[in-house]
């Protein structure tokens, strides 16, 4: 079902895993500031340790080689490398740690996935205004270019950003996020509209700088839920459907891969919603300027987050209040015969991934595309014996395979997050993911497979050997 070279791999985050929040002079991050603020997160809890990966990064080697994963996503920790963001001060022990990363990977014939930006913004340039700044296009270009200089020669694939959809509703829409704003139905489209021109920009950089001579390729991670109508007869469902994927997965595909503007139905929905509340003026979805190089083109691949699905009726938004929400005007239903794993929000809806590959196939013009993040979560009583994550991967993992085979999608590798359980941002550590279970309570942090990193083991064994 997969080619020779598919990647099977799994993914992490810096934040998330690293630790040495204060360590051989890191600068702080937004999200250091806002796990220190009370009653941010589960529990009051941080991951100033986490999984200390920062110092046990040849445990984290020894569960990938245990895996047989091909390929490995990790993230750049922004203020680890430059503690004020900017290139005036480069941190060499920042350097160092990612160099022996690199190597280490290589060395054992897994070939990296590197993301510039998982949501941990230095502290330092939030306090000039982070992602609304007028000067944060320039300021994350010259981040993209050091990294690119720095690391490039080892580096094939690269994420510019993870989920900017994600980070502007849960940092500047609802708080759930670093930094913590809540400035409804305005900043987080500005801020999707900075990261767009901040990622053409680094794209442009790489494609015109390094390119010829390290011949990798660069995209940003899109998350997407799976929608469809409720009642597939109901113009009005469907309508509603339709409009609710635009807002979340057309917010960033429709620029990158199909006009290089954003989706007609988006714009429509947020100035109609303008219009009934007496917003007049521009609108509040800003336009990419002619004078700005072209967004359009600007990712040589799709990378794919999915999680779960939903079936969208109309209504739910449209009300009164000047918000996402209501701007999409679209309420979503969890269909009874889908199970939750963990968290309320995950309905486990394998086949959903399908159906997204598909779509993303027959409207973004075919692209190649990677599954960058895919998982199952376990919350209260841990389970090492976890028999239904085992199942959940190997039937999503042949939901990938359909879409290959029988729908003709280009996928090029599957990523599982996480390689290990780590901090799950707002939810603290009281939500896992891993292949590896850690347990928070020893010092040395103890990594122990899962039942199902077992299986995802055999999974890739057999699916490599079928090739061979």
Avoid at 105 to 120: E, G
Avoid at 223 to 247: G, I, K, Q, T
Wanted: charged share 25%.
């Amino acid at each position: 079902m997969f080619p020779a070279d598919f990647a099977w791999g799994a993914s992490t985050a810096a934040y998330q895993i690293e630790g040495g929040w204060q360590a051989d002079g890191k600068g702080p991050s937004i999200w250091d500031t806002f796990c220190h603020e009370k009653g941010r997160v589960f529990g009051d809890q941080d991951a100033d340790v986490s999984c200390n990966s920062y110092e046990l990064w040849e445990k984290d080697l020894e569960c990938i080689q245990q895996l047989g994963l091909t390929h490995y996503r990790l993230s750049l920790s922004w203020a680890r490398l430059l503690p004020d963001g900017t290139t005036r001060h480069v941190n060499q022990k920042g350097v160092q740690y990612y160099n022996r990363v690199l190597d280490d990977l290589l060395a054992c014939n897994v070939s990296p996935m590197v993301t510039l930006y998982h949501f941990d913004m230095p502290q330092a340039l939030q306090d000039q205004g982070g992602w609304k700044s007028p000067d944060i296009v320039a300021l994350f270009d010259s981040y993209a270019r050091f990294c690119f200089q720095t690391f490039g020669d080892r580096v094939k694939l690269w994420l510019t950003i993870n989920e900017p959809g994600v980070c502007a509703t849960h940092g500047y829409e609802d708080g759930l996020h670093a930094p913590g704003l809540k400035e409804p139905g305005r900043s987080a489209y500005l801020v999707g509209h900075s990261m767009l021109r901040a990622h053409a920009r680094a794209w442009h950089s790489y494609s015109s700088l390094y390119k010829a001579e390290q011949g990798g390729a660069v995209s940003l991670a899109i998350s997407s839920d799976w929608l469809e109508p409720l009642d597939p007869s109901d113009p009005a469902d469907v309508a509603a459907a339709e409009r609710d994927l635009a807002f979340k997965l057309g917010w960033f595909a429709w620029p990158l891969f199909v006009t290089g503007d954003y989706p007609d139905v988006m714009r429509a929905a947020i100035d109609r919603q303008s219009e009934k509340l007496g917003c007049g003026g521009a609108s509040r979805l800003p336009r990419f300027s002619q004078d700005e190089a072209a967004v359009l083109g600007t990712a040589d691949f799709f990378a794919l987050n999915y999680y779960t699905s939903r079936k969208v009726r109309a209504g739910g938004g449209g009300g009164q209040t000047l918000c996402m929400k209501s701007d999409r005007d679209a309420q979503e239903v969890v269909d009874a015969s889908w199970p939750i794993c963990g968290v309320s929000w995950l309905a486990v809806v394998p086949h959903g991934l399908r159906k997204l590959l598909k779509y993303i196939k027959d409207t973004c013009d075919h692209p190649a595309i990677y599954v960058t993040e895919n998982g199952f979560s376990q919350v209260g009583p841990l389970q090492t014996d976890d028999v239904q994550r085992c199942g959940f991967y190997e039937d999503t993992i042949l939901e990938v395979g359909k879409a290959v085979e029988e729908d003709g999608v280009d996928v090029r590798g599957y990523f599982v997050w996480s390689l290990l359980d780590n901090f799950e941002w707002a939810d603290g550590f009281s939500v896992r993911f891993g292949l590896f279970h850690v347990d928070f309570s020893d010092a040395q942090r103890r990594r122990t497979a899962y039942r199902s990193g077992l299986q995802y083991a055999k999974i890739i064994r057999r699916y490599r050997a079928a090739v061979q």
